[in-house]
Each structure stands twice: as structure tokens, then as C-alpha cells.
């Protein structure tokens, strides 16, 4: 019955920033590891990163390695992504998500290990 819900997500030109937040329920944030993830129109959900439960480790993907910086602050029950030098292939719905099996747990596992999913953001970077 855990909740997620993404916001901070618009409409923003080439280079810009934004920064994404996943507000959480549940009194157990604070011990499972979360990810952030996207998806294109006519593409596959991909990972975009992940942070430990801990906050001490975080994987990005490749492609967005060094624009981007995931953090969580647990005594908000909130995970953040700040997106920076945005770029047009950066467009996609955001969501954060976590799993029942990720507690205690690193920063990055396959995407079937994520099974509580929020509703989305959409991220639009125009050229």
C-alpha cells in the first residue's frame, strides 16, 4: 500500500534544468533502496538512476552521467533527481519506484526487482 508520487516535471528548452521529487508513504522509506526510471514514446522503461537505501551509494546510466544527481532526504519521505544540461532525448515520462525485496539494498537492480511504480511525470526538453 505504499505510495509513490512524482512531480516537478514541464516543459523546458535545451540546456535547462529541472529537478524531479517522489514524495513517499510508509514509515519504512528510510530502509529501501529507490530508482528513477523513463519512458519514451515507442521506447522501453529505462533506468535512469538509482540511490541505496543507505544514500551513500547511486548508479546513473550512461547516458545521463554527470547531467544528473540523485538524492533522497529521509525525514521527508522524498527522493529527488536534479537534471541539469537537459537535452531533447532527455524527453520521456519520469517515474521513481522501489521494491518489496529492496530493502537494505544498493542502488541499482534489474528493473523486475521494482514493484511499486508512481504515476509519472512528464519531462519535455525542446531543442
Known amino acids: 500500500q505504499v505510495q509513490l508520487v512524482e512531480s516537478g516535471g514541464g516543459l523546458v528548452q535545451a540546456g535547462a534544468s529541472l529537478r524531479l521529487a517522489c514524495a513517499t508513504s510508509g514509515r519504512t522509506f528510510s530502509g529501501y533502496a529507490m530508482g528513477w526510471f523513463r519512458q519514451a514514446p515507442g521506447k522501453e522503461r529505462e533506468f535512469v538512476s538509482g540511490i541505496s537505501s543507505s544514500g551513500g551509494s547511486t548508479d546513473y546510466s550512461d547516458s545521463v552521467k554527470g547531467r544528473f544527481t540523485i538524492s533522497r532526504d529521509n525525514a521527508k519521505n522524498t527522493v529527488y533527481l536534479q537534471m541539469n544540461s537537459l537535452k531533447p532525448e532527455d524527453t520521456a515520462v519520469y517515474y521513481c519506484?522501489?521494491?518489496?525485496?529492496?530493502?537494505?539494498?544498493?542502488?541499482?537492480?534489474?528493473?523486475?526487482?521494482?514493484?511499486?511504480w508512481g504515476q509519472g511525470t512528464q519531462v519535455t526538453v525542446s531543442s
Open positions: 519506484a522501489t521494491g518489496r525485496t529492496l530493502l537494505y539494498s544498493g542502488p541499482h537492480y534489474p528493473i523486475s526487482s521494482y514493484d511499486i
